[in-house]
């Protein structure tokens, strides 16, 4: 399997592989907290905790189904849990690559909002927070190429829907570190081909929240 078959097929099953990921680490991980004799608190997270995570983010992606590369930036996540883990999640994303094919640049600003699952677990003193999210909003491009039927454009905007998740290792009662964020990002803008583009994204960062114990 060439590099590039290899991402048709992750960005192309990106929800289902996430998913499926997402259900063995956290099994494995209950599991693994069992055999060794910790406490493995496993329940929705109590009460109203509010954080921000701001997390370096790199995104396998690809403009039209015959070409891929790599996009750099960052993130800034705010999220309120509710009620037993579930809550709102509101997302901003900034993306950069100084040349998508043939010199082209993209530059690509994403925000999303959606509900969020929050479940924490402990191995012995070390507390964990699985995350997951099913985020809709708007993709905006700017200083690139998007053609469209009136000729090339220097931007472009429209259609992003994001699903993943992540792993938070707390520190402190105010301070957790993301370990890992893994999310299929889709969306519409165009490309002469299909207007669409399946990306997966992958971040970690540090977490910023109100007192967990």
Do not use: C
């Not at 099994?27 to 929705?44: C, D, M, N, P, R």
């Amino acid at each position: 399997m060439t590099i590039r078959s290899a991402f048709t097929v992750l960005t192309a099953k990106g929800p289902a592989l996430l998913a499926a990921l997402m259900f063995v680490v956290g099994a494995s991980h209950i599991a693994a907290a069992q055999s060794l004799g910790g406490t493995a608190l496993v329940h929705a997270e109590d009460g109203h905790v509010l954080s921000l995570a701001v997390t370096f983010d790199s995104t396998a992606a690809n403009v039209t189904t015959a070409n891929s590369f790599w996009l750099y930036g960052g993130s800034a996540e705010f999220n309120a849990s509710l009620v037993r883990g579930f809550g709102v999640t509101a997302g901003f994303m900034g993306l950069h690559t100084g040349n998508s094919g043939g010199g082209v640049p993209i530059n690509l600003v994403v925000e999303t909002l959606g509900p969020s699952y929050s479940l924490r677990s402990r191995i012995g003193r070390h507390p964990v927070t699985f995350l997951a999210h099913g985020l809709l909003g708007e993709a905006n491009g700017f200083s690139g190429v998007y053609p469209k039927s009136t000729g090339p454009d220097s931007s472009a905007h429209g259609f992003a829907a994001k699903v993943g998740g992540g792993l938070d290792l707390q520190v402190s009662h105010h301070l957790s570190v993301r370990l890992v964020e893994a999310n299929w990002l889709r969306t519409q803008l165009p490309n002469s081909t299909t207007n669409i583009q399946n990306d997966l994204e992958l971040g970690a960062g540090i977490v910023f929240h109100t007192a967990r114990h």
